[in-house]
């Protein structure tokens, strides 16, 4: 080992204990000393605070796993009180409420309510005094295990995806219970197959799958698939390894999903989805290896990257799907995704505006909303191809990931800076190079790309429902085989 690289390792695991030795409650009661040093106007005890504060965050983030939506709102809004960090401390802020899926209304209220006072300068005896403490109350603010997932969306729903059957919510110490220690993987399916009734099931690694399918086969295959994805997404980016047994629920029919989301979790799926992940007992469902490697990306990325913005965490999704995993990377490729992007290159978000998507933008409200929505999920997609095709999608998402805010807690570098800076050039040249890359690849692989396009096409009328789907498990694409139009019912 190279003695630069024993000097790292060794600084890093000072970092860590640091880290380790910090809580959220260090920080919580250096942001209220400070908070109460200004508004007594004793400026030299809250300079001296907030240094303390910075010197705490900066080991407390060591573990990017600590970079969460309670320390980032303690940073944000302490920072919103002193000059030279107000900026940043508005954009963290904004940041939050753009990338945040764990905080509901009230909490998103209570940031919007923070970033209003920061933007407009409100002093710290004027600022609100009751949160970060209450914003950190998690039993007010965060969403309740079970009411939301982590989903792929995007198609054309069939008859019984639009049912509407009424679903009864899983309690949340039911899913957190399912959990299932990495070391009683026999626990995990055998677990899984009574939820299912089923008899065919197998452990391979951290999977405990469990099919609904016919050959006996399937969830073996279905397994070590999904480790050879699993392996890739931990090498490329450090998304895992898993703390519990990953449960997947496999079944060759598409609409099974949603049978699985109303009676394994209390979910009502958004149209379209073909797979869906839960954080909460760490589970999968899906019908075809690359969907279930999409939902992988995530349900392992917040071991790492609790808070990631949509346009990179679905976008890599998307495109680990359609991947060929190789060895410790991904080979990406053109895909379906391509000539839905072609198609409804009308409805995409040019770069600049695709990187200020929320969440929320990613998800189709209704019907109607599927064009639109399979325009932002393909323009993520391709996106992600373009970085890879410049060499620069691993220094993106790394950066995005831990140089949000720069090494003096006082400058913060947006989504649009931090791409800007690695491809060299302003987001309008981005797009405009991006525009210029996307036609050639388009042009140079239309008709051959990689996977089959939706089954139903995006913009078929409203009152087409295409009929059950089957597909082979080891179909390295996300969507099903469906029967030919001509047996699809109107």
Known sequence: MKRSRLLGVVLWGILCSLSRAQTIDDLNRLWTQTMDALKAGSADAA????????????????????????????????YCQFPDSRAAGAEILKQ???????????????????????????????????????????????QAPGVHSAT???????????????????????????????????????????????????????FAVASVGNDPREAGQIGNC?????????????????????TVYATPWTDQVYDFARRLHGLSLSPGVVAYSVTEDMSLAGSDCGSMAHELVHLLIKSKFPISPAWLEEG??????????????????????????KQN?????????????SWSNFSATDRSDLRRTAAVQAMAAVFIRYLD????????????????????LSKFYSYQQMVEKNLGQDVAGI??????????????????????????????PANTMAQPCRKSPMQQSEEPNCPPASAVKK
């Open 226 to 246: 999904l480790t050879r994805y699993a392996r890739a997404l931990e090498k490329e980016f450090e998304i895992g390894p898993p703390t519990w047994m990953i």
């Open 47 to 78: 300079k001296q605070s907030f240094g303390e504060f910075n010197k705490t965050l900066r080991a407390y983030w060591a573990n990017p796993a600590q970079r969460d939506w309670k320390s980032r709102s303690l940073a944000a809004t302490l």
């Open 316 to 341: 890599i999704a998307s495109e680990v799907a359609v991947a060929q995993p190789q060895g410790d990377v991904f080979k990406l490729q053109s895909s379906w995704r391509d000539r839905t992007l």
């Open 152 to 206: 792929k969306g995007g198609y054309i729903p069939t008859g019984e995806e639009m049912s509407g059957v009424a679903v009864s919510p899983i309690p949340p110490a039911e899913l957190l219970a399912r959990r299932v220690s990495l070391s009683e993987p026999q626990k995990a399916v055998g677990a899984a197959l009574t939820r299912v009734q089923s008899r065919h099931g197998s452990i391979v690694g951290p």
């Open 345 to 357: 290159w009308g409805l995409r978000p040019q770069v600049g505006q695709l990187l200020d998507l």
């Open 389 to 408: 095709s410049k060499g620069k999608l691993g220094s993106v998402y790394f950066d995005v990931r831990d140089h949000m805010v720069g090494d003096d």
């Open 431 to 460: 797009d405009a190079d991006f525009e210029r890359w996307f036609q050639s690849q388009f042009a140079a692989t239309e008709g051959h790309a990689g996977n089959n396009p939706p089954a139903s096409p995006i913009n078929a």
């Open 96 to 142: 939050l409420m753009q990338d945040n899926r764990d905080l509901n209304d009230k909490g998103k209220d209570e940031l919007r309510r923070w970033r209003t006072a920061c933007t407009t300068n409100t002093s710290a005896a004027d600022a609100p005094t009751n949160p970060p403490a209450n914003l950190l109350d998690a039993s007010a603010h965060y």
